[in-house]
Structures are given as structure tokens and as C-alpha cells.
């Protein structure tokens, strides 16, 4: 996060007059130093040090420090808190003031920075599976040009990106907020400066109140979004302003009396805050709406430590004040900057992550960011200052014209090996013509064919990230708060059948649209993305989602009722625990769920096929292609078996178990696993795109087998 001059109230001559003197060869004066050491706030510091550590050890050990991701939020008061008194000492007052404002937040953040972007870059290709490639190097383009918030949360709402493997940057979202907000900050303070002389109002006043107003409509802004919307709100500029303004709110507010000195009263502010701040970090979860509300007790807390300001003593700002701290707090940036790609890159080199693995992390990071502090952060920015042909704003230029460049040079790499379409049709012939139309996809496992290994292999694993159902490209779905009421027709038979359910309904479509053009139907889509219909309340992040999906449940019934179809064929994948349940425990409650909805789904007794939920790989690995793709011997490593990849299927429970003559259910799971096996590639092809929806080409190999098992459901068809 932000390093700066850590003063509460910023020495004018270290950024002002210091300059100048190393351009003349000279050391800085000693007054300048004795401001620095008087103005020296090692509480501030020691934020730093609690901040870095509660999102190191959370990305360790995250079981052990369940809400250790809350020292983002303490980095972003500091943040607004340091740079809002530098901008109050001095506030711009022309253009040039704020673009001298941005060089010195280039030369201070961007050298560390743009070295670690190189380093992952240059990791990638090296050590990460072809199948990442292109995600990591555009989140690498997205960091360089400080925008990988916003590209995170473009993703956030994908229920398909879910399974894809955590980047090696994913970090740099919170850098691109603090880098959106340096943009505009001081171009805020100067308005509000300005907006004080023409108001003729004291200048701390309008400012005071300017960051107020920042500060509540973000909050608010931040909690609606977070009720809505949480994975797009969590990354947010706009939820995360109110964080960086309060810090900068802290900055225009009065320092504390001397008599709630006296009274060690802000020594009591400080612990108040401080232990705001470690109640946060270990006992928020993951399952903590966050940020809304949930923001406020580490901001508050962060906030209330540096407005204290308290003296040594009772107070916490000796321990905050200890050497280790003091380190800590130095090495604050590189060590955040550090730790997270040495943690996504050494699995692919050892595996999963030991004890001493972790330790060796932990080591490596501080290394690397003692190395970085020295001879790149203070080093690097000190030959910004006195270099007259390498300016900051060349080495901005440069910098992310370089890694922009070999960003979009690995993304091309990675791209080509996405076959789709017409070049994905020609190789699935070739391997077809060679290993047998009966050997090959899901027609192995019921010929028991001897050639079932990894070579050939169709899709490739990169390829096979793309391979999906027609349903996406015509974009079938509902959207991610089911309002939407989309609807796709495949076929032009006299015969018509509804297609509903989530994603693991859609994944069918290749084999059922084939099926309509031989049979003469007309499929007819109702699907939604994560949102199985059901008459149970869904455990979403938002009650809106909840609400939405059930709505979304009934209109699929009022649009199939009244024997407007031949035939209605279902399937769900139950990725979401029924509303005050957990996913372990929730079973009999979906079972219900489903049973009541099939109940009412009687659709002047049109019949009902509902098809097996299909194995579930994300049991035990994060991604298929991905494991494909980075292993030696991808069937021992990709491969699970029946027992450790059953799927969780409280609807085909349901169907079996009411007694509903027109509901009948049919298995695909021979064609998954035999006795003891589910092979990571079936037949020459790769089953899975991620780790749970099937390909189309996997899917295509089952026509026949699906074509079968639905006329022997429904013989009268």
C-alpha cells in the first residue's frame, strides 16, 4: 500500500526543498531530518505492520485467521489519512500542482510494482498451465494500468469463473482503488479549497464537511451495493471511497485536547480502536456481508488509532512503536506486493502447500522485500528525483507501455490454443477417425475400450475452457439477479419440449439440440445461471438473489402449465444451500423443496424427465483443464472416482421418491465412472470445461445413449 512520508503533520522540506538539494549533490539539511523524526508517527507504522500481517497470514492460513482480509480496509484509512494531510499542507492550486502530485505517487509506488507485475509475467509462462495464460496475463495488462479492481468484479458475478485458478496479481485490485483514488483526491481538495474562497468560509470547515459528504454517500452506496451485489461491491472504487476518505477525514479534524490527555483519554481511543481492529480480523468469515456495515468497525477502529495519536504509556502505540513493528510497517508495500504471487506459483513447483512450504513463503517474503525496499522502492525513487532523462513520468510511459506489450503478447500465445468452431469440429474428427466412433467421448466407458488415456486428447485443456453449450453464446440465461426472462428455441419439430433448470440443464443442449433435428422437436429454454427451481429459498449473499431465484421458479411453472408442451426435461446442480442451512446439512431441506415444486408442477401431467446430476469433479480438484494441463500423469492426478465425486442431487431424490407418475428420471453417470474410476479424459476427450459442467463435445458423444434413455422414460413421445 501507500508508502509515504509517515508524519501526522507531513514536513514540507522532504518533499519540497530535499529535492532540490540532491539535484546540488547535497545531503538534506538536518532540520529537515529533525522535522522528519518529530513528525514520525510510530503508531501509524505500526498499523501498517497489524495490516500486512492480518492479509499474510489470512492468505496462509485462512482457517486460523478467518477475517484476516480486513487489513486491506486499515491499509485504505491510512492511505487517505497520510495523503490527505500532505494535500492539506500544501493544496493544489493549478494543474501542474496536481500533476507534480501524481509524479511523486508514480516514483513512489510504480518501481516496486512494476517489478513484481515483471516477475509474475515472466513466471507465468514458465511455471503456470497453458490454460491460465490468458486470464493472468489480461489481469497483468488490468494491474499495469490499475484497473484490476474493476476487472475482478466483472468477473465476480460469472458463476462460471468461479472454478478458474486465482491469478497471480489478484491482489493488485486494492492497489488499482488507491491509485483511482490519488487520481481524483487531489483534484477533489483543490474544488473544495477553491469552493471555501469563493464561499468566503474558513477553508478546514468546507473541506471537513466536502469529505463528510464523500464519506456517507459512499457508506451508503457501499451497503445498498453490498446487499445486491456483494462480489461487485467487495472490489468497487465507489464502496471503497468512504474508507480512504475517512482517513482523509481524520486529517482535517482537530487534534485531541489537552485535557483528554490528561486524562488518558486518547490512550483509551487508541485501544478501542486497536481492538476494533483485531476483533474484526478474527471473527469476520467469508460468510460476513462485507463491506457494508461490516467496514465500519476495522475503519473506525484504524481511524479512531491515528486521530488518538496518544502517547506512550498506557497507551497501545508503544507496542505499535516496537522494532519488529517498525520493520514491518517499512516493508509494508513489497511484503504485500511479495507474498501473494510466491503463493499461487509454488504449488505448480511442489504441490499443495505444507508447513514448511508456507514457512519458506513467509522467508522468501521478506527477502524479496527487504531486497525491494532497499534497492528498488528508496533506490529507484531517489534516481527518479535527481535523473534528468528518466523522469517519473517517462518511467510511467514506459513502464506500462513495456509490461502492456508482453502482457498482450502472452494473451495472444494464450488465445491460440482455444480452438473453437470449425478448427475444434477438425480436430475432433481427427481424433474420432482415429480411435473409433465407438471408443470415442462417453461411448468408451460403455464399450469398455482399452484406449481411454490422455493421448489423443480433445479439446485441448485450453480449448476445453470454451467448449459450451450453445446456450451461452445466444445468451439463454437469466442474469445474476434472475429478473431477466430470457428464452432460446433449438429446432422446428411438431414436437414441443421445455428445457429448464440451472447451468447443469443447459450443459445437455448439444446432445438434445442433435436430438431435436432427428426427432422433430422444438426445445424450447428456461434457464438460469446458479438458480435451481425450487420452492425452497436459496442461501444467496443477497436476499434479492434469494427472492429473485424463487420468482424466477414460479415463472418457469406458469410458462410450462397447461399442456403447452409435449415434454418437460429438467436437471439442477445443487450449488447452493437451502436459505439457513449450510451446504453439509441441507439435503432434506432441498429434497422438500423439490418435492413441494414437482408437486405443483403437474402442467396438465405433461411428463417430466428429470436427468441425474452429473459427477462432481469440484469435490476435489479446483478446475479440470487446468489439472490436465499442468500435470505429468493428468489420470492419476485429474481422475476421481464415484464415491469421491457424487454429486449432491436432492432433485432426482425428489423424483424418486414422491411418486409422481409423470415424473421419471434418467442416469448418465455410466458414462461418467465405472466401478472405480471417473477418468479426468473419457474416450480421447475432456469431460469437463471447468471442474462440474460438461463440454459440448463430451456431451455430443452421449446423443445417442440420451436419445434412448428419454424414449424409454417416455415411451408415448
Same mark, same amino acid.
Given at each position: 500500500m501507500i508508502q509515504d512520508t509517515n508524519t501526522a503533520a507531513p514536513a514540507v522540506g522532504r518533499h519540497f526543498a530535499a529535492p532540490s538539494r540532491f539535484k546540488q549533490g547535497l545531503a538534506p539539511r538536518k532540520s529537515d531530518a529533525g522535522t522528519?523524526?518529530?513528525?514520525?508517527?510510530?503508531?501509524?507504522?505500526?498499523?501498517?505492520?497489524?495490516?500486512?500481517?492480518?492479509?499474510?497470514?489470512?492468505?496462509?492460513?485462512?482457517?486460523?485467521?478467518?477475517?484476516?482480509?480486513?487489513?486491506?480496509?486499515?491499509?485504505?484509512?491510512?492511505?487517505?489519512?497520510? #495523503?490527505?494531510?500532505?494535500?492539506?499542507?500544501?493544496?493544489?492550486?493549478?494543474?501542474?500542482?496536481?500533476?507534480?502530485?501524481?509524479?511523486?505517487? #508514480?516514483?513512489?509506488?510504480?518501481?516496486?510494482?512494476?517489478?513484481?507485475?515483471?516477475?509474475?509475467?515472466?513466471?507465468?509462462?514458465?511455471?503456470?498451465?497453458?490454460?491460465?495464460?490468458?486470464?493472468?496475463?489480461?489481469?497483468?495488462?488490468?494491474?499495469?494500468?490499475?484497473?484490476?479492481?474493476?476487472?475482478?468484479?466483472?468477473?465476480?458475478?460469472?458463476?462460471?469463473a468461479a472454478d478458474n485458478a486465482t491469478s497471480a496479481v489478484q491482489h493488485f485490485w486494492s492497489l488499482s482503488v488507491e491509485e483511482q483514488f490519488y487520481l481524483f483526491w487531489p483534484i477533489i481538495i483543490a474544488a473544495l479549497v477553491a469552493l471555501a474562497v469563493v464561499l468566503r468560509k474558513k477553508r478546514m470547515l468546507v473541506v471537513t464537511a466536502g469529505i463528510g459528504l464523500i464519506v456517507v454517500v459512499s457508506l451508503v452506496y457501499s451497503v445498498a451495493l453490498t446487499n445486491s451485489e456483494p462480489g461487485i461491491a467487495y472490489f468497487s472504487t465507489f464502496t471503497r471511497a468512504w474508507e480512504l476518505a475517512i482517513g482523509g477525514l481524520v486529517a482535517t479534524l482537530p487534534a485531541l485536547s489537552p485535557l483528554v490527555r490528561r486524562w488518558k483519554l486518547d490512550a483509551i481511543l487508541a485501544w478501542v480502536g486497536l481492538l476494533a481492529v483485531l476483533y474484526a480480523g478474527f471473527t469476520f468469515t467469508g460468510a460476513t456481508v462485507f463491506p457494508g456495515y461490516a467496514a465500519a468497525l476495522p475503519v473506525v477502529g484504524t481511524a479512531l488509532v491515528i486521530w488518538a495519536n496518544a502517547s506512550r504509556g498506557v497507551s497501545p502505540t508503544g507496542l505499535l512503536s516496537h522494532p519488529v513493528a517498525r520493520f514491518l510497517g517499512d516493508h509494508s508495500y513489497s511484503i504485500y506486493l511479495w507474498h501473494w504471487p510466491l503463493l499461487v506459483f509454488l504449488p505448480f513447483v511442489s504441490g499443495e502447500l505444507g508447513m514448511l512450504d508456507k514457512a519458506g513463503v513467509v522467508l522468501a517474503t521478506i527477502l524479496l522485500a527487504m531486497l525491494t525496499k532497499r534497492y528498488v522502492e528508496d533506490r529507484f525513487r531517489l534516481h527518479l528525483d535527481t535523473s534528468k532523462v528518466l523522469t517519473g513520468g517517462r518511467f510511467l510511459i514506459v513502464g506500462t507501455l513495456i509490461l502492456g506489450l508482453l502482457g498482450a503478447a502472452l494473451i495472444n500465445v494464450g488465445s491460440k490454443g482455444e480452438e473453437t468452431g470449425d478448427k475444434l469440429a477438425q480436430e475432433v474428427q481427427s481424433v474420432q477417425k482415429q480411435v473409433g466412433i465407438d471408443c470415442f467421448g462417453g461411448p468408451a466407458m460403455e464399450n469398455s475400450c482399452t484406449n481411454t488415456g490422455s493421448t489423443p486428447m480433445v479439446p485441448t485443456p485450453a480449448a476445453a475452457k470454451n467448449d459450451k453449450s450453445q446456450a451461452y453464446a445466444d445468451k439463454c440465461w437469466s442474469g445474476d439477479d434472475f429478473k431477466g426472462r430470457p428464452t432460446c428455441t433449438y429446432g422446428t419439430g411438431e414436437t414441443k419440449v421445455a428445457l429448464t433448470g440451472n447451468s447443469h440443464a443447459g450443459q445437455w443442449l448439444p446432445a438434445l439440440a442433435k436430438i431435436a433435428d432427428e426427432r422433430g422437436w422444438t426445445i424450447t429454454t428456461y434457464l438460469a445461471s446458479n438458480c435451481a427451481p425450487t420452492s425452497a429459498p436459496a442461501d444467496y449473499d443477497s436476499d434479492i438473489k434469494t427472492e429473485?431465484?424463487?420468482?424466477?421458479?414460479?415463472?418457469?411453472?406458469?410458462?410450462?402449465?397447461?399442456?403447452?408442451?409435449?415434454?418437460?426435461?429438467?436437471?439442477?446442480?445443487?450449488?447452493?444451500?437451502?436459505?439457513?442451512?449450510?451446504?453439509?446439512?441441507?439435503?432434506?431441506?432441498?429434497?422438500a423443496g423439490y418435492a413441494s415444486y414437482l408437486t405443483a408442477w403437474k402442467s396438465a401431467e405433461t411428463p417430466i424427465v428429470v436427468i441425474r446430476d452429473t459427477p462432481f469433479p469440484g469435490n476435489t480438484l479446483k478446475n479440470v483443464p487446468d489439472c490436465l494441463a499442468g500435470s505429468s500423469d493428468p489420470l492419476k492426478d485429474c481422475s476421481g472416482n464415484p464415491t469421491s465425486w457424487k454429486s449432491l442431487d436432492p432433485l432426482t431424490t425428489a423424483a424418486q421418491d414422491e411418486n409422481l407418475p409423470y415424473v421419471k428420471t434418467i442416469d448418465m453417470t455410466e458414462f461418467f465412472c465405472d466401478t472405480n474410476s471417473c477418468p479426468a479424459v473419457i474416450g480421447s476427450v475432456v469431460p469437463y470445461f471447468d471442474a462440474s459442467h460438461i463440454t459440448a463435445t463430451f456431451a455430443s458423444t452421449l446423443t445417442p445413449a440420451l436419445e434412448k434413455k428419454i424414449y424409454e422414460a417416455v415411451p408415448s413421445l
Open positions: 522528519k523524526a518529530k513528525n514520525f508517527r510510530g503508531d501509524i507504522q505500526g498499523l501498517r505492520a497489524i495490516a500486512v500481517s492480518l492479509v499474510v497470514i489470512y492468505h496462509l492460513w485462512p482457517q486460523r485467521l478467518t477475517g484476516g482480509f480486513i487489513g486491506v480496509d486499515v491499509f485504505f484509512v491510512i492511505s487517505g489519512f497520510l #495523503i490527505t494531510s500532505h494535500l492539506l499542507k500544501r493544496p493544489p492550486t493549478s494543474f501542474a500542482d496536481v500533476v507534480t502530485f501524481w509524479v511523486r505517487r #508514480i516514483k513512489r509506488l510504480l518501481p516496486a510494482s512494476f517489478l513484481v507485475l515483471a516477475a509474475s509475467l515472466a513466471a507465468i509462462p514458465l511455471l503456470a498451465p497453458a490454460t491460465v495464460w490468458k486470464e493472468w496475463a489480461t489481469q497483468i495488462v488490468a494491474a499495469t494500468f490499475y484497473v484490476q479492481n474493476w476487472r475482478l468484479a466483472s468477473t465476480s458475478v460469472d458463476y462460471l429473485g431465484c424463487l420468482d424466477y421458479g414460479r415463472w418457469v411453472q406458469e410458462q410450462t402449465a397447461d399442456g403447452k408442451y409435449d415434454l418437460i426435461i429438467t436437471s439442477n446442480r445443487q450449488s447452493k444451500a437451502v436459505k439457513g442451512f449450510t451446504i453439509e446439512n441441507t439435503e432434506r431441506a432441498a429434497v
